[in-house]
């Protein structure tokens, strides 16, 4: 019994921040594929980097310059320039650049997400990045020191702070590692595995040809969990999805690439 809670609270723990990424910050905010209500919105601007760590004009930011340069030298984290297993330590390099050029008002960094009506997270203008982090660690010291669960707080520590790895598999693997539905201009590729553990994270082909689909997946194999949450969460009026813009089923001749709406 005690170790099924661990393995609930892991999962818990990784669905709520993966979803977090994959369904608001990614479809919602940086390809803008599901329109979020008001309130829904609101709420993750507030609360998206005490969940994530992640600061939501940042990681939308760089992410919207992956898309504007994959696979160049200018990508903020590519495996073609960096390496397979030092692409975790780029996009890490990556996204701290693309704070402080956001902090500073460099063009560069505002001008990819001069749409969004908010500027980066306060934590990150005071230098504070790792408070979000240090309040995690100190739940599941306290989880483990209340309970005496140990593996029960490193579960959920686990759980929550996933996203480096999960993000460098998808990064690695999605643009070196599968097929390719889609003839598009850099190595994005379609990894299942990585698919189906995050969230259709992994069909990085699918998705650099149609940006701004909702949807990722185009085979009944692709897997993309990320989609039916989206699709839960729009029955019960927390998004819109943009069903005009979805990507299409793979016929024997594949579709050319549709303009991303971010872009």
């Given at each position: 019994?005690?170790?099924?809670?661990?393995?609930?609270?892991l999962?818990?723990?990784?669905?709520?921040?993966s979803?977090?990424?994959?369904?608001?910050?990614h479809?919602?905010?940086?390809?803008?594929?599901?329109d979020?209500?008001?309130?829904a919105?609101?709420?993750?601007?507030?609360s998206?980097?005490?969940?994530t760590?992640?600061d939501?004009?940042?990681?939308?930011?760089?992410?919207?310059?992956?898309?504007?340069?994959?696979?160049?030298?200018e990508?903020p984290?590519?495996?073609?320039?960096?390496?397979?297993?030092?692409?975790?330590?780029?996009?890490?390099?990556?996204y701290?650049?693309?704070?402080?050029?956001?902090?500073?008002?460099?063009?560069?960094?505002?001008?990819?997400v001069?749409?969004?009506?908010?500027?980066?997270?306060r934590l990150?203008?005071?230098?504070?990045?790792?408070?979000?982090?240090?309040?995690?660690a100190?739940?599941?010291?306290?989880?483990?020191?209340?309970?005496?669960?140990?593996?029960l707080g490193?579960?959920?520590?686990?759980?929550?702070?996933?996203?480096?790895?999960?993000?460098?598999?998808?990064?690695?693997?999605g643009?070196?590692?599968?097929?390719?539905?889609?003839d598009?201009?850099?190595?994005?590729?379609?990894?299942?595995?990585a698919?189906?553990?995050?969230l259709?994270?992994?069909?990085?082909?699918?998705?650099?040809?149609y940006?701004?689909s909702?949807?990722?997946?185009?085979r009944?194999?692709?897997?993309d969990?990320?989609?039916?949450?989206?699709?839960?969460?729009?029955?019960?009026?927390?998004l819109?999805?943009?069903?005009?813009?979805?990507?299409?089923e793979v016929?024997?001749?594949?579709?050319?690439?549709?303009?991303?709406?971010?872009?």
């Amino acid at each position: 019994m005690y170790l099924l809670l661990c393995a609930a609270v892991l999962l818990a723990g990784y669905l709520l921040q993966s979803t977090t990424i994959t369904v608001f910050y990614h479809r919602g905010l940086a390809h803008r594929a599901v329109d979020l209500h008001p309130l829904a919105r609101r709420a993750l601007i507030a609360s998206g980097i005490w969940i994530t760590g992640l600061d939501p004009k940042g990681w939308v930011c760089m992410h919207r310059r992956h898309h504007r340069y994959s696979d160049t030298e200018e990508d903020p984290h590519s495996p073609r320039h960096s390496g397979f297993f030092r692409l975790i330590f780029q996009q890490l390099q990556s996204y701290e650049r693309t704070l402080v050029g956001l902090a500073r008002g460099e063009e560069a960094y505002c001008g990819e997400v001069d749409d969004l009506d908010f500027g980066i997270n306060r934590l990150n203008e005071l230098g504070l990045w790792f408070v979000p982090y240090a309040v995690h660690a100190a739940f599941a010291v306290t989880l483990g020191l209340a309970t005496g669960m140990w593996l029960l707080g490193l579960c959920y520590w686990l759980g929550m702070m996933s996203h480096p790895v999960f993000g460098w598999a998808v990064n690695s693997f999605g643009h070196a590692v599968g097929g390719r539905n889609f003839d598009t201009p850099d190595d994005s590729r379609n990894n299942l595995p990585a698919a189906w553990i995050i969230l259709g994270e992994g069909l990085q082909n699918n998705h650099h040809a149609y940006p701004a689909s909702a949807k990722f997946s185009t085979r009944p194999v692709e897997l993309d969990l990320g989609w039916h949450i989206a699709r839960g969460l729009e029955a019960l009026g927390v998004l819109r999805i943009e069903w005009d813009l979805l990507i299409p089923e793979v016929t024997p001749e594949a579709a050319p690439a549709r303009q991303d709406r971010a872009a």
